[in-house]
């Protein structure tokens, strides 16, 4: 087991390893700023050479200090790192800020491993390398080559970018959005965002956990420490343009971009996605000081029309409509109004407002049990005053005595709104110089909510499996030298794992094809089998509706010369004769195993169009019915299978557990399965259940 990070979080004693009496060096800064943030316990700069540093008694080896060193920051070029890392496990040294750069980032793995190793054996934990360091507001750490520590605040940075934590560093002051710890975490050798997430979970001076993101090691540890959590997390992810979705040999493989793997597994790990690094201060301001929102009543009070409508806009778009105002709600608040203000929802005080009014219908409106969470907007005129307005905002929350409810603010104008969003910030409300950015950042507090009601849901579980019977077929493709199953045996794996699957049986002759689809009873459908020809209908391998013996006999005719005529070399086990299931509505379901997170799910509307509509969301596996269902609420289709014109409800629950079981199957499966798809999948009015009619399975390079 991996020994804690404690040492490097809050380290009582700190040396630098490269210190540099030399003003401009890396090894020189972390010294100095060590000094100015205040640091209050031991200090030890390291250098072979140098008595002193700025002031400080120094030392030629890590070995010759007298004292416990919890952590070391190291500023020693990279070949020198591992013998370092060694001295450093030798003294004990609990965590290391490895700030050294030139390991595999630039492709120098191995050296980063010997690191690694040494660390191990010691029990050392390394932050980086390449990394800006760690600095934390709370100890008055500034062990990094960052200018300053951030302007103070509640909430915690983990970034993957150096580069980028040393912006938002710096522009937390213009920003005013405050940071405890900014943690950098470089090439993740060791420690990595699941460490820095358990730990942060358990930090009192962090309220949310904000992170920087291009790409994990190992996604399911994320989504496990996430899930976990009891503080909200947002992130930033970087690089979701394009995931080598080219080579994919089926259609979840081309459709499953690494932007809707992530999104999905960000969604079943509670962390809450900023679109951009803007985004990312506002969010994180609002849920590092405002509680989650519990309920979906928003209700807006403005001093202008159009700005409450531009509020309205937004909070559709955010998934917080706007409702109107109950009424008692209504009447206490046209109180505080001309006559010609609307209390309905937006609430418009009108341009006359003044710190009385917006103080009067604040302190009722969000002491109302209707109200879930308040957007205060305010726009600047000539005859109210900015702060004064922002300081009977703040009292009217106070004075209410209501706790555990969200507000935030917009005040759009010139210096004096600035100055009176600055007295909000600094007062534990967040406010913005956009309503957009206002009700956004009321958007991620009422999503929070939502996904801790998520992950608090029991999980459900799925058929048995036959793992067995699956794993049989899969060796015998293999021994076969083969790299995908063929439709019918894909069909047999699928139905060991309890998938609806329609009755297809292999022939190998005309007079077979004819003795099975009486068996069967007609219509059938007949297909070819061939490991060759994927993509059967292009092949013109593919009759359907087939009603009696002559056209059975006319069909594996026709199937057999297509196939010969699409591909010659073809090798062909024979034709499929299948029941013709009835026409239901036509879904896909897949998976890939994704580099990241592994077995992941896909389903969406599906069909021969799939790959054009693009109406497919994602799943990491496992996938319980209850989240499946969600899976179905999210496609754009999913009016069609609440049953539109006339037709009625589909079979929901059918497909939820249809989707748990195929989960079950791609993570039992994952040393074998690389993708698969099920399209169609025929999806049958509310009591008539689900039916696998095709089935793709690719296997796994071994
Ligand atoms: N123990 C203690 N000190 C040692 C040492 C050892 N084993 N080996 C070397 N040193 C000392 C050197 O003598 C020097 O001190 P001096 O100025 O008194 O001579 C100091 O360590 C630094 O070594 P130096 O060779 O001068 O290197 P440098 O300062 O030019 O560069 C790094 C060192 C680590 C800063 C550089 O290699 C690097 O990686 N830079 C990139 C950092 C970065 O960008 N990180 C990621 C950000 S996202």
Known sequence: MATSIDGLMQPKSIAVVGASAQPGKIGYTVVKNLIDSGFKGAL?????????????????????????????????????CPEVVEECGKKGVKGLYIITSGFSEVGNKDLENQMVETARRYGTRILGPNIVGYLSNSDGLNASF????????????????????????????????????????????DVDFADNIRWLNNDPNTTCISLYIEGFKDGRAFIDASREAHKPIIALKAGTSAHGAAAAASHTGSLAGAAKVYGAAFQQAGVIQASDLDNLFDRTLALSMQPPMKGDNLLIITNGGGVGVLATDSAEKYGIPLKFAPADVQVELKKHMPDFGSAKNPVDLTGMAGNEWYGDSVKYAYAHPWVDGLVVLYCETAITDPVAIAKSIKQAIDESGVKGKPVTASFVGGEHSAEAMKYLVENGIPAYGAPDIAVNAMGALREYARMQELIAEPVTSCAPTDRKAALEIIAQARAEGRSSLTEIEAKQ????????????????????????????????????????????????????????????????RAILANSF???????????AVQEMAPWGTEVILGSVNDPTFGPTMMFGLGGIFVEVLKDVTFRVAPVPANQALRMLGEIRGAPILAGVRGEKPRHRQAMADTICMYSSMILDLQDEISESDANPVLLYEEGRGVKVVDARIILKKK
């Open 146 to 189: 960052a200018p300053f520590l951030p302007l103070k605040g509640k909430a915690s940075l983990v970034s993957q970018s150096g580069a980028l934590l040393i912006a938002i560093d710096a522009s937390s002051y213009l920003r005013h959005v405050g940071f405890d710890k900014l943690v950098s975490i470089g090439n993740m050798s």
């Open 493 to 556: 794996v699928f139905s060991s794992y309890g998938l609806p699957v329609t009755s297809t049986v292999l022939a190998k002759s005309e007079d077979e094809a004819v003795k099975l689809a009486k068996e069967i009873g007609f219509p059938v459908v007949m297909k070819i089998v061939s490991p060759d020809i994927l993509h059967k209908s292009d092949a013109g391998g593919v009759k359907v509706n087939i009603k009696d013996e002559d056209a059975v006999r006319d069909a594996y």
């Open 565 to 575: 005529k699409y591909k010659p070399t073809a090798n062909i086990h024979g034709v």
């Open 44 to 80: 030890y700069p390291v250098n072979p050479s140098a008595t002193e540093i700025l002031g400080l008694k120094c030392y030629p080896t890590i070995n010759d200090i007298p004292g416990d060193v919890d952590a070391a920051a190291i500023t020693v070029p990279a070949k020198f």
